[in-house]
């Protein structure tokens, strides 16, 4: 240990880059190029296979800073009571915007961004807080009216498990014994057309609720 040993430890330079001369007086290969290459061939597999709403939070980061795009900011440019490539949007105003997941926890799932680009809920002004969680507000209650569910479960995450750097929160359609506990929320995908449908009911239900 250097602690003990009356030799001078190599430089942090050294150790970074994994010098070869340090190395070979040490009899140990070096580790440090064979991590980071590591951590790089995982970057591509990520970047590759995994859909950008799934890609965990360090990827997420790395998406921000190659793509100026926000993909939900794409969503709400778009945002019209139409299917559109990723997400079928259900309500949208001047406040916000409300599109089913295109991953859902069920059918239903339904995700509210404010038209605005914000990153995270105190990223909103004061002023705006209220008239945005009416919409919130509105969309929970046409959720279970539209699908036959008992209830909702409606979350937000700020920075720690945003898969997307734009505020939004979800709105779950829940009814008791659905199998969703504790860390198990595995995602679903839609089959053809059934999205399409599902945006429709709530669609109705949110005009039915709140007309006008």
């Given at each position: ?61 790395c998406d921000a800073k190659m793509n100026t795009v926000c993909v939900f900011c794409e ?101 008791k014994g659905d199998g969703l506990h504790g860390f198990f929320w595995p995602r679903q ?24």
């Amino acid at each position: 240990m250097w602690l003990y040993s009356t030799r001078s430890p190599p430089s942090l330079r050294s150790l970074r880059l994994g010098n070869p001369a340090h190395d070979r007086s040490r009899g140990v290969r070096s580790r440090v190029p064979l991590c980071l290459s590591w951590w790089v061939c995982v970057g591509w597999v990520v970047q590759l296979f995994v859909p950008r709403g799934h890609r965990p939070y360090w990827c997420m980061r790395c998406d921000a800073k190659m793509n100026t795009v926000c993909v939900f900011c794409e969503i709400v440019g778009e945002s019209t009571h139409e299917s559109t490539g990723e997400s079928t949007v259900v309500f949208a105003d001047g406040v916000a915007v409300a599109f089913l997941d295109r991953s859902p926890l069920f059918p239903g799932h339904t995700l509210v961004v404010p038209r605005r680009h914000v990153v995270t809920l105190t990223d909103l002004s004061v002023a705006e807080v209220g008239p945005f969680f009416e919409r919130v507000h509105r969309v929970a209650a046409a959720v279970p009216f539209a699908l036959g569910a008992q209830g909702t479960f409606v979350a937000n995450n700020n920075t720690v498990s945003q898969s997307v750097a734009h505020l939004h929160v979800h709105v779950v359609p829940r009814t008791k014994g659905d199998g969703l506990h504790g860390f198990f929320w595995p995602r679903q995908k839609y089959s053809v057309g059934e999205a399409s449908a599902v945006a429709t009911k709530i669609r109705v239900a949110i005009e039915v609720l709140h007309p006008g």
